[in-house]
């Protein structure tokens, strides 16, 4: 409390979740270890130790999604070598890649037909299989590790982009599709 109290006018808990928060990036770099590490213990952190800030994660969710992510993906974007484009199998893999991770959440979200109908169900899986973010961060995690190839990696990139797109496409043209037949 005394470190986050209850009443903040001076925006102290926003101050100290970011102080956390470098501070455990920094020790992960001293630690030669992977810096997002640092920023998924700081995001478990500081909801433990201070649960009695429930607005907090919304304030934070403001910063991260208005200033970090942005930089993140300026970042990925500039390290993506559109020449990279006619690699041999490029296009086809990010393809492949994408038809498996919409097929997983189409079949999965057939689970819930009795509860939300056959479309609803199916646009319910086509929003959940558009993960931008965390397939872009876990496919440069894995780059930077040494874990994947360039194709590979860039595929996953390319994949994310892809599947964005298409599935916000395909989501707009069941929704009108359901919006007439209710008609």
């Given at each position: ?13 926003i ?16 630690l ?11 995001g ?53 890649i994408?038809?498996?991770m ?40 894995a ?41």
């Amino acid at each position: 409390m005394l470190l986050m109290p209850q009443k903040d006018n001076q925006e102290q808990d926003i101050r100290l979740s970011l102080g956390i928060f470098l501070l455990l990036v920094a020790s992960m770099l001293y630690l030669d270890l992977e810096l997002a590490f640092g920023a998924f213990l700081a995001g478990i952190f500081i909801p433990t130790f201070f649960e009695h800030k429930h607005e907090l994660p919304e304030k934070l969710a403001s910063f991260g999604f208005g200033f970090l992510i942005p930089i993140f993906f300026i970042h990925i974007g500039t390290a993506f070598d559109l020449s990279a484009l006619a690699l041999d199998g490029l296009i086809y893999k990010a393809f492949l890649i994408v038809l498996a991770m919409t097929s997983m959440r189409l079949i999965a979200s057939l689970v819930f037909i009795k509860n939300l109908g056959f479309i609803d169900s199916i646009l319910m899986g086509l929003s959940h299989s558009m993960p931008l973010t965390l397939l872009i961060a876990m496919a440069t995690l894995a780059f930077n590790a040494q874990s994947i190839d360039q194709l590979h990696y860039y595929a996953f990139i390319l994949a994310a982009l892809f599947q964005v797109i298409s599935v916000m496409i395909i989501i707009k043209l069941i929704n009108n599709y359901k919006l007439a037949r209710s008609l």
